[in-house]
């Protein structure tokens, strides 16, 4: 599987107010990276691209953010949870956020049938391949599911999942899966929202304080808009990965496309990639 590397400079948008200003990251480099769904391969081909990216640029703190639904639909969201278990074990300069697919794989654990069954239809039959694991037969939804799957992803997985954060504010931008309520204060969503809202979110036009950096939505490239920037470009479907990378006074989009058929997934070690990330992180 061959991969193109795409990157282009965007300005911050503007944060509306008595003194409209450019949105400024406290003094950090921002790294978000959209919706990941088990594409190993993609993620790490991005990193790698993100590291050679930030060599280029002066040394500056960075943190690393991921917007949640990082399982499902591709072939390799065990790794992926290795990967970003590891990573945020060495760096608290990694922030995971939930996603409704991790919320979706939590609520199957507990033993609720119609979340199994949602979870089933939004692509979990690869997340379960990816840990060795066949789909539930027709008789086995409910608890005896719920058993099988926690086994086979493991207490210590389940129990990282659960501790995720649904969001992450830092300078003038705040960080989500899916969006935000409008006319709702920031600090007041409700997890309901910030994991699965859409229309209401993604047509409204107004300011909310901050600018939301979200997935969920595909867009066919990340979209820089004056309240908002949508960077799921549909990894699992599409072949592209995308990151913007928000970074006084200049902004990026970085993203790795897959071109041609795909091929084998990399090879690289999970703990090799998090120890190569986490340095990185702490040498800017």
């Not at 944060?15 to 450019?22: A, D, L």
């Not at 391969?41 to 060599?55: N, S, T, Y």
């Not at 129990?159 to 992450?168: E, F, K, V």
């Not at 409008?182 to 309901?192: A, I, N, T, V, Y």
Request: glycine content about 8%; overall charge neutral.
């Amino acid at each position: 599987m061959a991969i193109e590397i795409h990157s282009r400079a965007f300005e911050a948008p503007m944060i509306r107010g008595w003194r409209s200003r450019r949105a400024r990251t406290a003094g950090q480099r921002l790294i978000a990276i959209g919706d990941v769904h088990g594409r190993w391969d993609l993620l790490d081909a991005l990193l790698k691209a993100i590291e050679q990216h930030i060599a280029t640029t002066p040394e500056v703190p960075s943190r690393l953010i991921i917007l949640g639904d990082f399982i499902d639909r591709g072939p390799d969201s065990a790794r992926v949870l290795r990967f970003l278990r590891s990573v945020t074990r060495q760096s608290e300069r990694a922030t995971v956020l939930l996603g409704n697919h991790e919320q979706a794989l939590l609520h199957t654990i507990e033993g609720d049938t119609a979340a199994q069954r949602l979870w089933l239809a939004h692509g979990a039959a690869a997340t379960l391949a990816s840990f060795d694991t066949p789909p539930p037969q027709q008789h086995e939804f409910g608890p005896a599911f719920a058993v099988r799957a926690a086994q086979a992803i493991g207490p210590e997985t389940i129990d990282w999942l659960r501790d995720l954060p649904l969001s992450l504010r830092i300078g003038d931008y705040f960080f989500c899966h899916a969006g935000v309520r409008p006319g709702r204060k920031l600090d007041r969503q409700s997890g309901e929202d910030l994991l699965w809202i859409r229309e209401a979110f993604l047509a409204d036009q107004r300011s909310y304080g901050a600018i939301v950096v979200h997935g969920h939505s595909i867009v066919g490239e990340a979209e820089i808009r004056h309240n908002r920037i949508a960077v799921d470009t549909g990894a699992y479907r599409t072949g592209l990965l995308s990151a913007v990378i928000l970074d006084e006074p200049r902004n990026w989009v970085v993203s790795v496309r897959q071109t041609g058929n795909p091929g084998q997934s990399s090879g690289v070690n999970t703990n090799a990639l998090a120890t190569a990330t986490q340095s990185w992180l702490s040498d800017t």
